[in-house]
């Protein structure tokens, strides 16, 4: 099991994760969610490349901090494209192999056999720089699943592929998960991972709004309250009516006290509602529009695409 | 996995330090870097920075009266100060700060570092096989610097009188002490500049801190000598130089104490690189 207690990054003032509360079994989970929501900052706690602020990480046994033991049984392959210089695609494998410890014999046979599950044994005389993103994409996943390791970790693995190339490492991770291995990937599209997860984390914001099973997931998303933050004269009259909804989660009054929010599972009916009220109060609005405008869009985003 | 045994060594599994497995992922590293260095094509400008105090001994030859040039005494003097101001104090220096500083700073720079942190090494080996390769090609590129620019003020002498002050004379004794201040001094700059390029983002500035400590530590009392280099360095010089009138003069100390407190100053040094060097993240877009 690899487990996440309470586990909060800050860099500086900046917030990376939050209070994350994770436990992570094997095949294949994907952490989805937009461009910085966090899920290379938690990859990078569970490699210990980053040390968490709060909370503790627990990664088969292991802490992060004792990379000598944690990087025999788990493989990363991080979102960084970059590598170090003139170093041919064989190399990058082998002198890895080499400095975790193997023997050279070992360590290219280790390599060989990287290199024809990623599907690169013909490029691999060649320098890295004259890869192609893909080819990059792929040396680099060689690397992290040359030593055999238990779990696996992927940054963005399907960045950069084409199709085909797609389609093979998507087997690869099926038959990699098959063996027993805890696969470990992001994406920023759902529906290009929900098919071959057994387990979706969503993740926003440095928080998770919804994990589970893809299907499971979804609903739960479709199930989240919307909040609305309504600017009018009379706010605490306001509230009183709109308790007497039913799809109403919650109500509160903003600070300034010229303000309500308010949580529903049917913003539609509330619309309604609440141009009702707007009439017959004679309520002076100022402004209503939805808080979690964003969360909203992103639900859209990371859903709506699928299957349609 | 069969491919696993191998690298879990018996003497982990028993408890005691895997010594066999650091020794191999040392020599890995060591290799990598050394590769690294060399093949650099920056490392072009430091052939050429090394080489800089030879082109001088060969104006000297060329431009200087061949009387003096046999001169015995004259020859000793001016290597020495040649030594002590230029090959040590500048391109040792400098030498060192590019090459070490490097060991860390150009891997983050580059955004590779991570790579060596992604294995299952304990960072301290990874701080010492980095020192060491560092010191390997720095004693090396010094050595040959020391050693051919005393080959330059022995040349117009020839072969026979040379031999015979080399060995004979107090010719061996010099040659010796001074390539072996050039290797001491990698090895006690190396450590600093090493330390320098874990710290700092931007090094330049304690460089250049380190730098004028080291220039003025004629000026120090004894006690603050003690935590400069360039104070061993020069205990060990055969000719001594006189460091003009403002100099606070400090017995000098004896090789036998002035070698293993160099030694301790690296070994400190290093620890405190290794300590930094465990807690290290990895965030390379705040660099
Ligand atoms: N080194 C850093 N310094 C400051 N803030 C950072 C740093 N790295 C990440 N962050 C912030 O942390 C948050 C999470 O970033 P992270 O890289 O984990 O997101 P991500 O989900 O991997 O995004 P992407 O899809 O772009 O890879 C972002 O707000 C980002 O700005
Ligand atoms: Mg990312």
């Given at each position: 099991?690899?487990?996440?207690?309470?586990?909060?990054?800050?860099?500086?003032?900046?917030?990376?994760?939050?209070?994350?509360?994770?436990?992570?079994?094997?095949?294949?989970?994907?952490?989805?969610?937009?461009?910085?929501?966090?899920?290379?900052?938690?990859?990078?706690?569970?490699?210990?490349?980053?040390?968490?602020?709060?909370?503790?990480?627990?990664?088969?046994?292991?802490?992060?901090?004792?990379?000598?033991?944690?990087?025999?049984?788990?493989?990363?392959?991080?979102?960084?494209?970059?590598?170090?210089?003139?170093?041919?695609?064989?190399?990058?494998?082998?002198?890895?192999?080499?400095?975790?410890?193997?023997?050279?014999?070992?360590?290219?046979?280790?390599?060989?056999?990287?290199?024809?599950?990623?599907?690169?044994?013909?490029?691999?005389?060649?320098?890295?720089?004259?890869?192609?993103?893909?080819?990059?994409?792929?040396?680099?996943?060689?690397?992290?699943?040359?030593?055999?390791?238990?779990?696996?970790?992927?940054?963005?693995?399907?960045?950069?592929?084409?199709?085909?190339?797609?389609?093979?490492?998507?087997?690869?991770?099926?038959?990699?998960?098959?063996?027993?291995?805890?696969?470990?990937?992001?994406?920023?599209?759902?529906?290009?991972?929900?098919?071959?997860?057994?387990?979706?984390?969503?993740?926003?914001?440095?928080?998770?709004?919804?994990?589970?099973?893809?299907?499971?997931?979804?609903?739960?998303?479709?199930?989240?309250?919307?909040?609305?933050?309504?600017?009018?004269?009379?706010?605490?009259?306001?509230?009183?009516?709109?308790?007497?909804?039913?799809?109403?989660?919650?109500?509160?009054?903003?600070?300034?006290?010229?303000?309500?929010?308010?949580?529903?599972?049917?913003?539609?009916?509330?619309?309604?509602?609440?141009?009702?009220?707007?009439?017959?109060?004679?309520?002076?609005?100022?402004?209503?529009h939805p808080v979690d405008d964003d969360l909203d869009a992103i639900y859209q985003y990371l859903?709506?695409?699928?299957?349609? | 996995?069969?491919?696993?045994?191998?690298?879990?060594?018996?003497?982990?599994?028993?408890?005691?330090?895997?010594?066999?497995?650091?020794?191999?992922?040392?020599?890995?590293?060591?290799?990598?870097?050394?590769?690294?260095?060399?093949?650099?094509?920056?490392?072009?400008?430091?052939?050429?920075?090394?080489?800089?105090?030879?082109?001088?001994?060969?104006?000297?030859?060329?431009?200087?009266?061949?009387?003096?040039?046999?001169?015995?005494?004259?020859?000793?003097?001016?290597?020495?100060?040649?030594?002590?101001?230029?090959?040590?104090?500048?391109?040792?220096?400098?030498?060192?700060?590019?090459?070490?500083?490097?060991?860390?700073?150009?891997?983050?720079?580059?955004?590779?570092l991570h790579y060596y942190f992604l294995t299952p090494v304990r960072r301290e080996v990874l701080?010492?096989?980095?020192?060491?390769?560092?010191?390997?090609?720095?004693?090396?590129?010094?050595?040959?610097?020391?050693?051919?620019?005393?080959?330059?003020?022995?040349?117009?002498?020839?072969?026979?009188?040379?031999?015979?002050?080399?060995?004979?004379?107090?010719?061996?004794?010099?040659?010796?002490?001074?390539?072996?201040?050039?290797?001491?001094?990698?090895?006690?700059?190396?450590?600093?500049?090493?330390?320098?390029?874990?710290?700092?983002?931007?090094?330049?500035?304690?460089?250049?801190?380190?730098?004028?400590?080291?220039?003025?530590?004629?000026?120090?009392?004894?006690?603050?000598?003690?935590?400069?280099?360039?104070?061993?360095?020069?205990?060990?010089?055969?000719?001594?130089?006189?460091?003009?009138?403002?100099?606070?003069?400090?017995?000098?100390?004896?090789?036998w104490v002035a070698v293993p407190s160099l030694f301790l100053l690296t070994a400190v040094v290093?620890?405190?690189?290794?300590?930094?060097?465990?807690?290290?993240?990895?965030?390379?877009?705040?660099?």
């Open positions: 099991m690899i487990v996440f207690e309470n586990v909060s990054k800050f860099y500086g003032e900046i917030l990376g994760v939050n209070r994350i509360n994770l436990s992570i079994s094997r095949g294949i989970t994907s952490l989805v969610g937009p461009n910085g929501s966090g899920k290379t900052t938690l990859m990078n706690l569970m490699c210990g490349l980053l040390r968490p602020t709060q909370g503790s990480i627990n990664v088969l046994g292991l802490t992060p901090d004792q990379p000598e033991k944690l990087f025999h049984k788990l493989g990363y392959c991080s979102q960084f494209d970059s590598f170090p210089k003139g170093i041919t695609g064989r190399d990058f494998i082998q002198s890895f192999l080499e400095i975790s410890g193997y023997v050279r014999k070992e360590a290219i046979n280790l390599t060989n056999r990287a290199l024809e599950r990623v599907n690169l044994v013909e490029a691999a005389k060649r320098k890295v720089e004259s890869y192609s993103k893909g080819m990059r994409q792929r040396i680099r996943l060689a690397q992290a699943i040359a030593h055999n390791p238990e779990v696996i970790i992927l940054d963005e693995p399907l960045n950069g592929l084409d199709p085909m190339a797609r389609a093979e490492v998507i087997a690869l991770f099926r038959q990699l998960s098959a063996e027993g291995m805890y696969l470990i990937l992001s994406s920023h599209i759902l529906h290009e991972v929900d098919m071959m997860s057994d387990r979706v984390v969503l993740i926003n914001n440095g928080y998770i709004v919804a994990d589970g099973d893809t299907r499971g997931v979804r609903s739960e998303m479709q199930e989240h309250p919307l909040q609305i933050l309504i600017r009018c004269d009379r706010p605490s009259l306001l509230a009183a009516k709109v308790f007497e909804q039913e799809d109403i989660v919650e109500a509160r009054l903003h600070k300034d006290r010229r303000g309500l929010f308010v949580k529903t599972v049917n913003p539609d009916n509330f619309y309604l509602f609440f141009n009702k009220v707007v009439l017959e109060e004679n309520l002076q609005v100022e402004s209503i859903i709506g695409s699928e299957g349609s | 996995m069969s491919s696993r045994v191998e690298i879990y060594s018996a003497e982990q599994v028993k408890g005691k330090m895997p010594l066999a497995l650091w020794w191999r992922q040392f020599q890995a590293i060591f290799r990598s870097e050394i590769k690294k260095i060399f093949l650099s094509r920056k490392s072009i400008m430091l052939y050429i920075f090394a080489l800089n105090p030879s082109l001088l001994f060969i104006m000297l030859n060329i431009f200087n009266d061949k009387k003096k040039l046999i001169d015995a005494q004259f020859l000793n003097r001016v290597f020495s100060e040649v030594y002590e101001g230029l090959i040590l104090r500048v391109v040792i220096f400098f030498g060192c700060s590019w090459i070490f500083i490097n060991l860390f700073r150009a891997e983050i720079n580059e955004k590779s701080v010492v096989a980095k020192y060491f390769s560092g010191l390997f090609t720095a004693s090396l590129l010094f050595s040959i610097t020391t050693l051919f620019c005393l080959f330059l003020i022995y040349l117009p002498r020839g072969y026979e009188s040379s031999m015979q002050y080399i060995f004979d004379g107090p010719g061996l004794n010099h040659i010796l002490s001074y390539w072996g201040i050039s290797v001491l001094g990698c090895v006690g700059y190396g450590s600093m500049f090493l330390l320098l390029g874990v710290f700092f983002r931007n090094p330049i500035l304690p460089a250049t801190f380190l730098y004028c400590w080291e220039l003025i530590s004629f000026l120090l009392p004894p006690l603050l000598k003690k935590l400069t280099i360039i104070h061993y360095l020069q205990s060990l010089t055969p000719i001594k130089l006189s460091e003009g009138p403002y100099a606070i003069v400090a017995e000098p100390v004896s090789a290093l620890t405190v690189a290794c300590l930094k060097v465990r807690k290290m993240e990895i965030s390379y877009s705040n660099e």
